[in-house]
């Protein structure tokens, strides 16, 4: 597997990004595009994900939203979504990259994103949540959603507005709600993959989700998985669960 670390223009801003590809000497890969959640991951931590699929043929991207890590700017929905279209943009464009092969895969928030932007997006060939956000409204509502925030700001992790965190969210998710945007995912495959033990974001809720989207369509619930994967059973299930699913459809299909 090789690996290379970028910083992408982005306007007059940089994105953040990590590209691991398979170590042979094909000259274009089927690649899996991940979206973080509100927690992303430095990008030693994605090497386990990324060997599963190198190894069958298919590269992985992951990048840094703006206003996370070395990613400049705030972040928003509205600006999140744009990386996204511009990431897009960016593969399908890269010499590495078969454009007719792009799979999307988010995680947590990253999921919300992933569903609302490939809604409309017909260069997404295949998506994957885990654990994904279902409904933008559950997040306004969210009963500590100030303190959730401050705590995340206060991280360092990520940088937001000073003031008005809330009325911009709001704001940003109108047109853009998981709920409404899932059946637009069909005709192309969709994984919906959780955690028995995710006690941050509800089965229920992701059940709901899955009943909006059509055909072909899976849903999967992974023993002993909480919301981050903190048991290494379940996040190398988790894992695997995602490479069959990409290796069926980006290579096989």
């Known amino acids: 597997m090789k690996k290379e670390e970028l910083m992408i223009d982005y306007y007059n801003s940089t ?14 890969y089927p690649v899996v595009c991940k979206v973080h959640g509100l927690v992303s991951n430095e990008f030693a931590k994605e090497e386990a994900l ?3 699929l190198t190894d069958n043929g298919i590269a992985y991207f992951v990048f840094h939203l703006s206003g996370f890590y070395k990613s400049k700017g705030e972040t928003t929905i509205h600006a999140s979504l744009q990386n996204l279209d511009y990431v897009i943009s960016f593969l399908a464009n890269h010499p590495k990259v078969n454009p007719m092969r792009i799979g999307l895969y988010g995680v947590s928030l990253g999921g919300a994103l992933v569903t609302c932007h490939a809604s409309r997006d017909p260069r997404v060939a295949i998506v994957a949540l885990q654990a994904p956000l279902f409904d933008f409204d559950f997040v306004v509502n969210y009963p500590h959603f100030d303190a959730l925030w401050d705590g995340l700001t206060a991280s360092g992790l990520v940088r937001t507005a000073a003031t008005g965190v ?31 033990k995710d006690s941050f974001m509800p089965m ?18 992974i023993p002993n998985a909480d919301h981050n994967l903190t048991n290494p059973q379940a996040r190398h299930e988790t894992f695997v669960a995602l490479r069959e699913f990409f290796v069926n459809q980006l290579i096989e299909a």
């Open 15 to 28: 994105i953040s990004a990590a590209f691991f590809f398979p170590d042979d000497d094909r000259k274009k």
């Open 50 to 52: 990324a060997s599963l």
């Open 166 to 196: 809330k009325e911009k969210l709001q704001n940003d998710i109108r047109g853009n709600n998981p709920l409404r945007c899932v059946n637009r995912i069909s005709p192309r495959p969709l994984l919906i993959i959780t955690g028995s």
């Open 204 to 221: 229920k809720g992701m059940r709901h989700l899955f009943s909006k989207a059509f055909n072909p369509k899976a849903f999967k619930i």
